[in-house]
């Protein structure tokens, strides 16, 4: 069983930045794919950002240039930096990360986050 911990979600003001953080810990021979995806009450979620094993990364169209996407490897981790915040961009946001168990299975399996609620205010 893998288990993944969010946290640095919160209020902030428009303009302002925070730091999520997604640590993976569990039965975990490797981390393929993280990402991060939000949502809102209603809609489909939608990928914010991702990163693969080679550090390539790739943005949503609205978060480019705001945005940043890295990882911790050592730590099983996962960050996203989010700069210049605006009121559209109040979501819960969910880490999402493909692994390859610790079993000897020869698979790959996809686990979520918990959510953790972002709130830009005008």
């Known amino acids: 069983q893998v288990q993944l911990v969010e946290s640095g979600g919160g209020l902030v003001q428009s303009g302002g930045s925070l730091r999520l953080s997604c640590a993976a810990s569990g039965s975990i021979f490797k981390i393929l794919s993280m990402d991060w995806y939000r949502q809102t009450p209603g809609t489909q979620r939608e990928l914010v950002a991702a990163?693969?094993?080679?550090?390539?990364?790739n943005y949503g169209e609205s978060v480019k240039g705001r945005f940043t996407i890295s990882r911790d490897d050592a730590k099983n981790t996962v960050y996203l930096q989010m700069n210049n915040l605006k009121p559209e961009d109040t979501a819960v946001y969910y880490c999402?990360?493909?692994?390859?168990?610790?079993?000897?299975?020869?698979?790959?399996?996809?686990?979520w986050g918990q959510g953790t609620q972002v709130t830009v205010s005008a």
């Open positions: 999402n990360v493909e692994i390859i168990p610790s079993n000897g299975d020869i698979i790959t399996l996809t686990y």
């Open positions: 990163i693969n094993t080679g550090g390539e990364t």
